[in-house]
């Protein structure tokens, strides 16, 4: 089974925090991707790695950054939390020729206070 | 540009009953279309997938979704609702870049009552 994790299922932070959230694949998927889920607005792309060291900007990239130094291991980082990025965050990845067919970690659901 | 709807954001049936979740979608290619479940506090599974290959799609738990390109649906339906479907459910679709980029509909969450 592929298996997506994530460092944290629950993370309560201070606005103005530096904020790390990390994802390891076991499945030596080339593609990873960060979400944002919200009630009512489904998953938001953030940022999404084709390699290692490639990252590309998703649809709402502001007030984020990631890091990809392993192709197993992609990381979302906040270099400035604030209120309005409390939300659940879902790490994903694929594999290029099904890229499509993105596999889940469990979230992990941030509170900035 | 590809974009998803989901046109009912709540669905309550009683178990036993049929289930229908509908999401219309729009794509400048052909596009791949999924459905996928998220339970409380779980992560999201993959129920089925279309690839323009049989336009009904068998997925897991007795699931199934039908491609209707005149229409640009890609319904969700189950016979007999069980307890257990109780979720939120996201139509997805996919098309027209290398990456497999994902567009989200708003999801619909089920309830299913005894």
């Known amino acids: 089974d592929v298996k997506v994790t994530q460092s944290s299922r629950y993370l309560v932070k201070r606005t103005g925090e530096k904020v790390f959230l990390e994802c390891v694949q076991d499945m030596d998927h080339e593609n990873m991707f960060w979400y944002r889920q919200d009630p009512g607005l489904g998953l938001r792309l953030i940022y999404f790695?084709?390699?290692?060291?490639?990252?590309e900007k998703g649809d709402i990239p502001e007030g984020y950054s990631v890091s990809r130094e392993k192709k197993e291991r992609f990381s979302l980082i906040l270099e400035s939390a604030s209120t309005n990025q409390t939300s659940m965050y879902l790490c994903?990845?694929?594999?290029?020729?099904?890229?499509?067919?993105?596999?889940f970690g469990p979230g992990t659901r941030l509170t900035v206070l | 540009a590809q974009s998803v709807t989901q046109l009912d954001s709540h669905v309550s049936v009683s178990e036993g009953t049929p289930v229908l979740l509908r999401c219309n979608y729009s794509s400048s290619y052909s596009p791949s279309l999924f459905w996928y479940v998220q339970h409380p506090n779980k992560g999201l599974q993959l129920l089925l997938k279309y690839t323009s290959a049989a336009t009904l799609v068998k997925g897991i738990n007795g699931f199934e979704a039908e491609f209707k390109k005149s229409e640009t649906s890609f319904h969700l339906t189950k016979p007999s609702a069980h307890m257990s479907d109780a979720a939120e459910y996201f139509c997805?679709?996919?098309?027209?870049?290398?990456?497999?980029?994902?567009?989200f509909g708003q999801g619909t969450i089920l309830t299913v009552h005894p």
């Open positions: 790695s084709y390699d290692v060291k490639m990252k």
């Open positions: 994903a990845s694929s594999h290029t020729f099904r890229a499509d067919t993105q596999y």
């Open positions: 997805v679709v996919s098309g027209g870049t290398s990456y497999g980029k994902l567009t």
